[in-house]
């Protein structure tokens, strides 16, 4: 079992940066990748980055694509998310997660587990 801790979310303005850490105790990182995700109030919990299991392979939601970058270290069993160019609309709880299977789709948090308690990041115009 894998527990996951998020941590580095925070009050910025727009087209500030944070940079949000998950943290892995208990086995290692999953073989098929690791996930950030969001949850804004009132709507579903959302895709945002994905680094694939071999660390090679980044994905990305449109509408963080080219402003956010996800990154691993293995080392040290992390999953970054690195923030740039923030606007309101990234307002969210945002959470780490393993994905569990190969099969289905990467976007889809149905294919992820040991999901994390989350991390408030608000965006203030």
């Known amino acids: 079992q894998v527990q996951l801790v998020e941590s580095g979310g925070g009050l910025v303005q727009a087209g500030g940066s944070l940079r949000l850490s998950c943290a892995a105790s208990g086995r290692t990182f999953s073989n098929y990748g690791m996930g950030w995700f969001r949850q804004a109030p009132g709507k579903e919990r959302e895709f945002g980055a994905i680094l694939s299991g071999s660390g090679a392979n980044t994905y990305y939601a449109d509408s963080v694509k080219s402003r956010f970058t996800i990154s691993g270290d293995n080392a040290k069993n992390t999953v970054d998310l690195q923030m740039n160019s923030l606007n309101p609309e990234d307002t969210a709880v945002y959470y780490c997660?393993?994905?569990?299977?190969?099969?289905?789709?990467?976007?889809?948090?149905?294919?992820?587990?040991?999901w994390g308690q989350g991390t408030q990041v608000t965006v203030s115009s």
């Open positions: 997660a393993r994905r569990f299977t190969s099969a289905g789709s990467r976007w889809s948090p149905a294919v992820y587990d040991s």
